[in-house]
């Protein structure tokens, strides 16, 4: 079984930046690919960005994109999504995820993941 919980959300001015961070209580977690996606009120779930099991590789939705890099450190089992130049468009509750599914040619899909975090606020203001 994998626990995932995140930290670091808040309230930020447009232009700022957060840290979120998730950490996974389960093991094996270097098997694991990890996302993060977002919902903002009103509207569904959207993919972020994901990191691939070994660290390797990252893939991010088109409009964070230079603004926001996910890493993660797998000797301390946690992912962690800088967020640079917050727009209050990335306004949201940010979910962490684990997985076992890669995609290389298409962005990450809610059904390749079978934990969630509960999620951590985002506000960004203008």
């Known amino acids: 079984q994998v626990q995932l919980v995140e930290s670091g959300g808040g309230l930020v001015q447009a232009g700022g930046s957060l840290r979120l961070s998730c950490v996974s209580s389960?093991?094996?977690?270097?098997?694991?690919?990890m996302a993060w996606f977002r919902q903002a009120p009103g509207k569904e779930r959207e993919f972020v960005a994901a990191?691939?099991?070994?660290?390797?590789?990252?893939a991010y939705k088109d409009s964070v994109k230079g603004r926001f890099i996910a890493s993660r450190d797998n000797t301390k089992n946690t992912v962690t999504l800088q967020m640079n130049n917050l727009k209050p468009e990335d306004t949201a509750v940010y979910h962490c995820?684990?997985?076992?599914?890669?995609?290389?040619?298409?962005?990450?899909?809610?059904?390749?993941?079978?934990?969630w975090g509960q999620g951590t606020q985002v506000i960004v203001s203008q």
């Open positions: 389960g093991d094996k977690f270097n098997i694991y690919v």
């Open positions: 990191t691939s099991a070994n660290g390797e590789e990252t």
């Open positions: 995820a684990a997985g076992l599914r890669w995609r290389v040619l298409e962005p990450a899909q809610e059904s390749d993941f079978s934990y």
